[in-house]
């Protein structure tokens, strides 16, 4: 639908000329005055292609979404012969993000994969604090351990803190599995149980006659294999728990009231052991071994090159919400048990997306003349720096599209130097300065040069490629 288009079936939905009193734009919503609201269509105007939402207020506010709806504005006063009206709005810099964010959301959180890598990564977000605490106190712990030659091998409160760290990655396919059931909409504690069953235990009925002996050890069928539930580890867990909510509700559905309180979880553990046995431990095993195998490749053979790909091509993926996707994969890098020790390796070189920005956002402030835009950079900048990224990216570069491009590519010149250097983390959870906190002990130094090569090739690339002050005063005013 074009924007002339949008623009007639909008007044039409709205009541028609005779209804409308003044139209104007803010940063997202196209606000529209009105002479009696009960003649306004709100659900048909929800349901348009190309509307993200309506807000009712004192005015009609459609939301658009950047640059969008100044077109649909220009359109729009044409057809109602009422002049654009500017909306004076003393935005903080928060809330024209929060504002331009909800708008970039609205395009997406109902697509298929958004919706589902939402879901996945709500099964770890409630995890976030364990993993950051436990990922800390494992990468202290290791430093401690090495430093003093294990001088407190045998102190009670070392050993117990360092304890906490050991009990979260150990049994972290439990809460995984809880979650997931819980997220997909079935009973949590069937989802726990699955996380238990991939969880290596000498005591487990499946597992108890090899582990005495070898040569007794219980051969499945398919594989002609012992059980190995540590193989398949944390994304098991995750597979299992939604399988098990999923199979949940489909015997509910059909199981007699009387029956379905002991019959139902029954069913879905008995079902779900021979699940788990046949098909998802060997496949939660093949996409461990999956995403450690790409991770390396990269890594490891593409080097520089892979470091700028992951590093530029980062924030793409969150504008359109497929950085959720990649919970998962940061908790399995930080797993002190798993093929990389507990390191994070690709962490830092996605960190350095926010670098990136910082940079386009310097270069916007020294060279363009737009005082909102300047006001709006000189808020945002302070807290990019610290790594909170979210008021730069929705507020300044994302909008006006070129800054938001020559940012992610000059932020790939960080992620170069973070790749050639191997940084690791041995947590995760924070970004810019802050990530000092988590880098791995003794590349603090590094970890500051490859930052401050992102922030210098988005600056350089901003200053000559990213700056359109026409474009810039259409969208912030002049």
Not at 359 to 380: D, I, M, R, T
Request: proline share 4%; hydrophobic share 50%.
């Amino acid at each position: 639908m074009s924007d002339k288009e949008l623009s007639e079936k909008l007044l039409e939905l709205l009541g028609g000329k005779g209804n409308v009193t003044s139209n104007a734009a803010c940063m997202t919503r196209l606000r529209v005055g009105v002479r009696d609201a009960s003649k306004v269509d709100v659900a048909g105007i929800k349901a348009l292609d190309g509307v993200m939402g309506l807000v009712e207020s004192d005015t009609m506010q459609v939301v658009l979404g950047p640059g969008k709806v100044n077109k649909v504005l220009e359109e729009f006063s044409k057809l109602t012969g009422i002049a654009k009206g500017e909306v004076v709005e003393d935005l903080s810099v928060t809330d024209a993000a929060a504002e331009n964010k909800a708008a970039q959301k609205a395009k997406y959180e109902h697509k298929p994969v958004q919706a589902f890598m939402k879901k996945i990564a709500n099964v770890f977000v409630a995890l976030l604090p364990g993993i950051i605490a436990a990922g800390l106190i494992n990468g202290i712990c290791n430093v401690i351990n090495v430093s003093s030659g294990n001088m407190f091998a045998n102190d009670w409160w070392y050993q117990g803190i360092r304890s906490m760290g050991w009990a979260l990655f150990a049994y972290l396919p439990i809460l995984v599995g809880f979650n997931a059931a819980r997220e997909f909409g079935g009973s949590a504690v069937l989802g726990g149980i699955a996380g238990m069953m991939c969880i290596a235990n000498a005591g487990m009925p499946l597992l108890a006659p090899g582990t005495a002996d070898p040569a007794n050890a219980i051969l499945l069928p398919l594989t002609n294999a012992a059980y190995n539930p540590a193989a398949g580890g944390m994304i098991a867990a995750l597979i299992a728990g939604a399988f098990f909510a999923f199979l949940e509700k489909k015997i509910r559905k059909v199981m007699p009231s009387v029956l379905d309180t002991f019959l139902s979880p029954l069913l879905v553990l008995i079902i779900g052991a021979f699940s788990m046995m046949l098909v998802i431990q060997p496949l939660g095993a093949f996409l461990t071994e999956g995403i450690f195998t790409v991770v390396t490749f990269v890594y490891e053979k593409l080097g520089a090159v892979g470091g700028y790909i992951l590093s530029a091509g980062f924030l793409p993926l969150v504008s359109v919400g497929l950085h959720q996707a990649l919970t998962p994969i940061h908790a399995l890098l930080n797993d002190p048990n798993g093929a990389t020790q507990g390191i994070n390796y690709l962490l830092p070189i996605l960190m350095m997306a926010g670098g990136g920005q910082v940079g386009a956002g310097l270069a916007l402030y020294l060279k363009s003349k737009n005082k909102k835009l300047k006001k709006f950079v000189a808020e945002s900048i302070p807290v990019g720096i610290l790594g909170v990224g979210e008021p730069l990216m929705y507020a300044v570069t994302l909008p006006l599209v070129k800054p938001f491009i020559t940012a992610c590519l000059g932020a790939g010149f960080g992620g170069v130097v973070a790749a050639l250097c191997h940084i690791g983390t041995v947590s995760q959870g924070v970004s810019g300065l802050f990530g000092l906190l988590i880098v791995v002990p003794g590349q603090q130094l590094v970890y500051v040069l490859a930052m401050l090569a992102a922030y210098a090739g988005g600056f350089v690339l901003t200053w000559f490629f990213g700056v359109d002050e026409e474009k810039i005063n259409a969208f912030y005013g002049e």
